[in-house]
């Protein structure tokens, strides 16, 4: 199971906006969550924003208002749309899932490789 991200733009000059996508390859039988989380240097990672099985979302405060979790109809991929990005948003942006791969498999979370946000002028 993996999960590929891509980043949909460059840099980014604050003000601006960039998209994210992560997508699974590979099949599962449950999914909890999914979620993106950034770690910006000298930083620990921290949580951007998530949503649930259920739809459920939940945003940093930092975000509130600026970013937008959205995932496809199959579970099989997971975006952020971030707007009016500012120059803290600069990080490298992690997608995870909190799922399970069959019914005999155990509920694990998985890790995409991060991408870099660059916001700067």
């Known amino acids: 199971l993996r999960f590929s991200c891509r980043r949909w733009g460059g840099l980014v000059q604050p003000g601006g906006f960039l998209s994210l996508s992560c997508a699974r390859s590979g099949t599962i039988s449950s999914i909890y969550y999914m979620g993106w989380y950034r770690q910006a240097p000298g930083k620990q990672r921290e949580l951007v924003a998530t949503?649930?099985?259920?739809?459920?979302?939940t945003y940093a405060d930092s975000v509130k208002g600026r970013f937008t979790i959205s995932v496809d109809n199959a579970w099989s991929t997971v975006y952020l749309q971030m707007n009016n990005l500012k120059p803290e948003d600069t990080a490298v942006y992690y997608c995870?899932?909190?799922?399970?791969?069959?019914?005999?498999?155990?509920?694990?979370?998985?890790w995409g490789k991060g991408t870099q946000v660059t916001v700067s002028s």
């Open positions: 995870n899932a909190d799922l399970r791969r069959s019914p005999r498999d155990p509920r694990s979370t998985y």
């Open positions: 949503i649930s099985g259920a739809k459920t979302i």
